[in-house]
């Protein structure tokens, strides 16, 4: 993986957390604490980088699809178990 790269998925991440950040400034709704920012910063980074390494291994691409597919449904499970608790 280039520093490019790498960089860009940091950014991309930084982007995204930022965006609950800035509704809290304006939303009572929005309410996160550090414990939030870093589970959902951990959640992302592995999905970020759990994606990258299927694009540059895989070349067959219907399982580098079908595996991309499965690791963005596991991060939507895990952040709605995580938000609202779907599973218990």
């Known amino acids: ?3 490019k790269r ?3 998925i940091n950014l991309c ?3 995204i957390l930022s965006l609950p950040l ?3 400034q304006f939303d009572s709704g929005v309410v996160w604490d550090a414990h939030d920012f870093g589970m959902m910063a951990i959640l992302l980074l592995t999905t970020a980088f759990s994606l990258e390494l299927i694009f540059r291994k895989m070349k067959n691409k219907r399982y ?3 595996s ?3 690791v963005i449904l ?3 499970l895990i ?3 995580l938000a609202v608790g779907i599973f218990h």
């Open 1 to 3: 993986m280039t520093i």
């Open 6 to 8: 790498f960089a860009l």
């Open 13 to 15: 991440v930084a982007a």
């Open 22 to 24: 800035i509704a809290m």
């Open 64 to 66: 580098r699809a079908l």
């Open 68 to 70: 991309m597919a499965s």
């Open 74 to 76: 596991l991060l939507l």
């Open 79 to 81: 952040w709605a178990e």
